[in-house]
Structure formats: C-alpha cells, structure tokens
C-alpha cells in the first residue's frame, strides 16, 4: 500500500521565494510597494473595473427594476410569471458577464452557481427552475445593490485620482492661469474682497507634495473599494455555501470509490501473484508427491517437507495482506499498538507518542493507522533519515498526526507523489495534509483528521 515520496524527495522548493514569485534573484531591490503602485499594471486594471462598473451597473440596475417591477405588476395575470423568469435569466447572463470581467481585471476566479435543474422539458418546467433558484435571486439583488455601491466608488477613485495627479503635476502646467485666465495661479480662496492664488515657489511646491501623497493613497483607496466588489462578486454571483459543499462531497464520494476501487485491484494483484501461485505450486507438489508415495517414499517425503515449507510461506503472506486491509491489532488494541507495531518494521528507529483520550470512530481509527504506515514506508524508502518520531493527539475535535524525520527532505506534495494520494484520501473525510520539507531536511509531515467517537 506504501506509494512513497515518489519524485519528491530531492526536488525541493526551488530557489526561494522569489523564484516561486517568477522573479529573478536580487530583484527585491526594487521601490517600495507604495512608490510602485500608482504604476503597476494590477492599479490599472483595478481603476479600469472601477471606471466600467458604472455603465454597467446603470445597464443591470435598469434592467433588473424594470423587468421585474413589470413581471411582478403582472403576476395578478399568468403573463407575469414568464416575465419575471425572463428578469431573472437576464440577471444570471449578467452574472456571468460580472464574473468574467472580475476574472479579466480583478484577477477574482468565482466558480458560476449551480445550474437550474428541470425534472422534465419545457417552457414550464424551465420558468420553474428559474423562479425556485436561489442563484437566479441572488444574481438580482447583486444587480440592485451593485448600482449605489458602483456610484459611489466612481466618484470616489476619479475625483481622487484626477485630483492627485492634477495636484501633482500642478508645477507643470500652473502658466495657463497667468497667461490664459488672467489670474496667478489656481484659486485656494477668493471672496469679494480677497482672494489666495497658489502662485509662489513654495506654495507652487506644497501643492505637488499634496499631489503626491493623494497619488499614492488613491491605489490603496481603489484596491479596497475592488476588494469590496469581489465580495460581492463572491458572495452573491457564485455557488452558495451549499452547493459548493455537494460539490465537495460529490468529489471527496468520487475519491473513495476509486481508493477503494485501487486497493480491492491491489488486494487481488497480491493474492494472484502471491499465495494464489504459492497455492497452486502446493497442489502440483502434493500430487507429485502422493504419485511418488508407494514408488519411492523417501523422495515424497522430501517433496512433502518442501510443501510444507511453502505453506508456511503462503500463510505469511496471508498474514501481511490481512494486516495491510486491517490489522488485527488495530482492532483489538487500538492505535497505541498498532502504530507501535508497525514503527518496528521501519528501517530507521522511530519513536512513539499517542495521547488521545479513548478511541476514534474504526473508520477514522483507519485512516490514521494507514496514514502513518505509508509516511513510514516512505522513511523508510526515500528520506535517508537516522530517526523519526510519530506524535498522535486530539485537540478540540480534530485528530492529530505528525510524523518527523531527520532525512535529505525535498518532499512535495505536489507532481503526482505518493504524498498527493495521501492528500486526497485524507480530504475525502474532511481531513488536511500539510508538508513542510525543506530541501536538506528535516521533514514534517502533519496529517488532521475530524474526531470521530
């Protein structure tokens, strides 16, 4: 059952965290964050999603109103409920215009809502799905409340964005008001009897100053008014928290069926090129022999003895596939024994500790038994390690595994390793693997599991 690190070990992480970010080494010397962002390309985009959201929002809040205060007015007839369905469809296609442009520009990727469902084609039956699907009414009060949320930010980011650049820039161009308008410079004050012009060096130099800091804050300003938008965009445009969760549960179910399915072709792998052969071999030989009895006894004996000794032999491997579906110690004696039974198989010294406070669910008492034997095998394999240690213990209503060791690390979870098996077993009963091998070691692998009595 043991799959190993596989390509892990020896892999490693790369070279640091900057290779990881797609930069080259050293450039971390770069300008700080806040001098960047007025420039960065992700400002922009965020400024472009902030400038478009207010037509849009004008074209969705239009239409949402209308349609559906029409198909509502309506209803009192049967032509409303079509009316109202067609309200509903044109939010969903909004929807997904909304979600696309948030992908295109906010980097944001929301999966879409779950799909209407019919029990049988029509007209009907569709206008049905539509009414009774909670995404259909969700997609609508995004289109209601987006519009005042869409107002509000584009006045916000222009006024400030056009304000700190013009402020900014204000040295530059400051020669219009003198040669143009016939004043000093830009009016900070004026009544009937006086009047401030920003027209000196120094007040010409405060002014760009002033400029510059609205020209950093503003990024920040319009990345938190985006951040806004993608919780709309998440909360209301995508899958509701339970239908995500069918969604998991249908993957987590498809992931035990072809575990399962994978251990019962290894459980049949085994017997067949195991003690099926060394069975069959045992017949043939206890039939030779019962031939050779009466002509030479002596020889029968023999070939007897060596029957025997293949009995032997095709019981031990019983033994071990039994142990390898589920140990009888397990059964009996629970984890403390079962894992200190098969830390004795491991080929580096392993201690270890287990402090629960009674026995998990057998299903969950399973997984961790079973999660333990591959991380040891894989010590034993790949790691190169001198020691190891297996810690297990409950904390609130999670069941807790660490295995260390001492090895070359460079294990990943990732690439199809025997690790990435191991992770999705684990999720397919709403567990966690986490792996923390760096390259050289050590390694830490912490597996959770939910508690289970």
């Known amino acids: 059952m043991a799959t190993g ?7 490693g992480y790369g070279s640091g965290y900057e290779r990881e970010q797609g930069r080259p080494a050293g450039s971390g010397r770069r300008l700080p964050a806040g001098l960047r962002a007025p420039f960065e390309a992700r400002t922009w985009r965020e400024f472009g999603y902030v400038l478009l959201s207010l037509p849009v929002s004008i074209v969705l809040f239009t239409w949402t109103v209308t349609t559906v205060s029409l198909g509502a007015g309506l209803l009192v007839t049967f032509l409303g409920v079509p009316v109202l369905a067609a309200a509903l469809a044109g939010c969903r296609g909004f ?42 009414w969700r ?13 509000f930010s584009f006045t916000v980011t222009v006024t400030l964005w056009a304000m700190g650049w013009s402020l900014l820039t204000y040295p530059l161009w400051f020669w219009v008001f003198p040669a143009y308008a016939g004043q000093g410079g830009l009016q900070l004050y004026g ?11 120094f007040e010409i130099t405060v002014t760009a100053l002033v400029g510059l800091v609205f020209t950093l804050a503003t990024p920040w300003i319009v990345r938190a008014l985006t951040t806004v938008d993608g919780l709309l965009v998440r909360g209301l445009l995508g899958p509701s928290p339970l239908s995500a969760r069918v969604v998991e549960l249908e993957s987590d179910r498809g992931v035990v069926v072809d575990t399962a399915a994978a251990d019962l072709r290894r459980i049949e792998r085994d ?31 023999q070939m007897v003895e060596e029957a025997h000794g293949e009995v032997k032999t095709a019981l031990q491997e019983l033994r ?45 008492e399973g997984i961790a038994y079973f999660t333990v034997s591959e991380l040891l095998q894989n010590i034993s394999k790949h790691s190169r390690a001198r020691s190891a240690s297996v810690d297990v213990w409950c904390a609130e209503d999670r069941l807790l595994i660490q295995v260390a060791d001492d ?32 390259e050289g070691g050590p390694t830490r692998v912490i597996a959770e599991l939910p508690w289970r009595a």
């Not at 980097?107 to 699907?133: F, H, I, N, Q, Y």
């Not at 017997?271 to 029968?300: F, I, S, T, Y």
């Not at 390793?417 to 923390?436: E, T």
Request: charged share 20%; with cysteine; aromatic share 4%.
């Open 191 to 201: 009544d009937e009897h006086h009047s401030v012009y920003l027209d000196n060096p």
């Open 407 to 438: 090895g070359v690390g460079g294990a990943d979870v990732s690439g199809g390793s025997g690790l990435a098996g191991l992770a999705g077993r684990l999720d397919a009963v709403d567990g966690v693997l986490v792996v923390d091998s760096p």
């Open 271 to 301: 017997l067949h090129d195991g003690a099926q052969a060394r069975l069959v071999n045992l017949a043939m030989d206890l039939g030779l022999a019962k031939e050779k009895l009466r002509e030479d006894p002596r020889a029968a004996a």
């Open 139 to 151: 997609n609508m009060l995004y289109a209601l409340v987006q519009f005042p949320w869409a107002v």
């Open 5 to 11: 690190y596989g390509s892990g070990y020896g892999q």
């Open 95 to 136: 929807g997904a215009l909304e979600r696309a442009r948030a992908r295109g520009l906010l980097g944001l990727d929301v999966a879409a809502p779950e799909p209407l469902r019919t029990r049988k084609p029509g007209a009907l039956a569709w206008m049905g799905a539509v009414l009774k699907s909670g995404a259909s």
């Open 320 to 364: 071990d596939l039994a142990r390898g579906i589920h140990p009888a110690v397990l059964t009996d004696r629970g984890l403390d024994a079962a894992l200190s039974s098969v830390a004795s198989r491991c080929t580096v010294p392993v201690t270890v500790e287990v402090d629960l406070p009674g026995r998990p669910a057998a299903a969950i």
